[in-house]
């Protein structure tokens, strides 16, 4: 597993990023495929249908996304990870404080969604704010109840896909400092 300031073996051209709701993924998924140049496809847009129902064609989008040269992605949902990781080369993970950054980003950007009432994806907007009390899978509860799966997750992952390099990321510090390092530099280095 690397550190923020190891130098990546190769460029990435199909990346995954992991963390926990509301660590970051997105955003930076979007970094990455700024630097790469290869397409961001936001995999939640892939999943959730209209009124939050999962898609039938989820699995089938999965499998034509992978199947492309380049991509970046979040490494998410139970039935897509393993399709993902087979294809990867290379998974960056989130791995930032849950209370101090995690949860306090989640909690801002889940109000803030809510009172703008903002589409998400396929016409869904956030759900009432008191649903946290009364939805198991409300997206605070679901952060606060899965935020220690990656610990078990991504290293039997990194034993099971010897070829997928794996990037352990800490902070919010040692997300800028990587982007701006060893990424920057890896897609410097393949196009000199």
Do not use: C
């Not at 016409?123 to 610990?151: I, M």
């Amino acid at each position: 597993m690397l550190r923020h300031d190891d130098p990546l073996p190769h460029r990435p051209r199909r990346v995954l990023v992991a963390g926990v709701s509301g660590a970051g993924k997105t955003t930076l998924a979007r970094r990455v495929a700024a630097v790469t140049g290869g397409p961001h496809t936001e995999i939640d847009a892939l999943f959730h249908g209209p009124g939050w129902v999962p898609r039938t064609e989820f699995l089938d989008d999965v499998r034509a996304l992978v199947a492309r040269d380049a991509w970046t992605t979040e490494w998410q949902y139970t039935g897509a990870r393993p399709l993902l990781a087979e294809r990867a080369d290379l998974l960056v993970w989130l791995d930032l404080a849950f209370a101090t950054v995690t949860l306090p980003r989640l909690l801002r950007r889940t109000v803030g969604r809510r009172l703008r009432r903002q589409e998400l994806w396929n016409g869904n907007v956030e759900p009432p704010l008191w649903t946290v009390l009364t939805d198991r899978e409300h997206v605070v509860r679901w952060a606060v109840h899965t935020r220690g799966k990656l610990r078990v997750r991504v290293p039997l992952l990194e034993e099971h896909e010897p070829h997928l390099v794996v990037v352990r990321l800490r902070s919010p510090r040692e997300v800028k400092r990587w982007v701006e390092g060893a990424l920057r530099a890896a897609v410097a280095a393949s196009s000199g």
